[in-house]
C-alpha cells in the first residue's frame, strides 16, 4: 500500500464548478499535509499547507484535513480554466522535509 | 515566495554522455534540498537529500554512482547523471527548503527534462 494514495482522475468539469480533490494516507505519524499544483513540464507550486485537522481557506481554495480517517481534500470554488493542471498532495513528517506525495490528480476546467 | 531556479530547463545527450542539473535557491539559504524523478502521469519519486557541506542521502534503489549530488554553497545543488542510457531520460525536480526559518514548506524549481538518446 501506497503512503499517500490518490486518484489520477482525469477529472473534467465545466467552468465556475466546484471541484472536490482528495487523498488518503495511511502513516499516522505525518503532521503536515500540503496541496501542489504542477502544470505540464513544470515543477509544483505551493497552494495550501496544513498542519492539523480542519478547514483552511485561501481564496478559492480550501484545504480540509481529517486524520482520525487519514483523509484529505483540496476544494476549489468557481473553478476556472487556468486552475487546469495536476494536483498533487503531500505529507510529511519531523523536520526532515521529505514528503511523501500522492500520484497526482488531473484536472480539466472546460470553458 | 521563496524562488528556485532550476537550470537547463531542457537537455538532450547521446547514451553515455554525463549531464549536470543545477539548482538555486535565490532569495534564500538552503541547507537542505532534494531532488525528484517523475515520470509521464505520475508521481513525485524522492531521489536523495542533498545537504550542504557533506554527503547526500539517497534513497532506497537509487544508484550512487549514477546520480552524484554536490550541495558546495547553501544556495547551490547540483544532480549530475553520469553515463546516461536512454532509461534514465526523465523529468527531474529539485526542491529547497529555507534554513532561515521553522517550516516544512518545499519549494521547487521548475524541472529539467533529460531525453537520453
Known amino acids: 500500500q501506497k503512503e499517500v494514495e490518490q486518484d489520477p482522475g482525469p477529472l473534467s468539469v465545466p467552468e465556475g464548478a466546484i471541484v472536490s480533490l482528495n487523498c488518503t494516507y495511511s502513516?499516522?505519524?505525518?503532521?503536515?499535509f500540503m496541496w501542489y499544483r504542477q502544470y505540464s513540464r513544470k515543477g509544483p507550486e505551493l497552494l495550501m499547507y496544513?498542519?492539523?485537522?480542519g478547514n483552511k481557506e485561501d481564496g478559492r481554495f480550501t484545504a480540509q484535513v481529517d486524520k482520525s480517517s487519514k483523509y484529505i481534500s483540496l476544494f476549489i470554488r468557481d473553478s476556472q480554466p487556468s486552475d487546469s493542471a495536476t494536483y498533487l498532495c503531500a505529507s510529511g513528517s519531523g523536520n526532515t522535509g521529505k514528503l511523501i506525495f500522492g500520484q497526482g490528480t488531473t484536472l480539466q476546467v472546460k470553458p | 515566495g521563496a524562488v528556485v531556479s532550476q537550470h537547463p530547463s531542457w537537455v538532450i545527450c547521446k547514451s553515455g554522455t554525463s549531464v549536470k542539473i543545477e539548482c538555486r535557491s535565490l532569495?534564500?539559504?538552503?541547507?537542505?534540498m532534494f531532488w525528484y524523478r517523475q515520470f509521464p502521469k505520475k508521481s513525485l519519486m524522492l531521489m536523495a537529500t542533498s545537504n550542504e557541506g557533506s554527503k547526500a542521502t539517497y534513497e532506497q534503489g537509487v544508484e550512487k554512482d549514477k546520480f552524484l549530488i554536490n550541495h558546495a554553497s547553501l544556495t547551490l545543488s547540483t544532480l549530475t547523471v553520469t553515463s546516461a542510457h536512454p532509461e534514465d531520460s526523465s523529468f527531474y525536480i529539485c526542491?529547497?527548503?529555507?534554513?532561515?526559518?521553522?517550516?516544512?514548506?518545499?519549494?521547487f524549481g521548475s524541472g529539467t527534462q533529460l531525453s537520453v538518446l
Open positions: 496544513t498542519y492539523s485537522s
Open positions: 532569495d534564500f539559504q538552503a541547507t537542505t
Open positions: 502513516n499516522s505519524a505525518f503532521q503536515y
Open positions: 526542491s529547497a527548503r529555507d534554513s532561515g526559518i521553522i517550516s516544512e514548506k518545499l519549494f
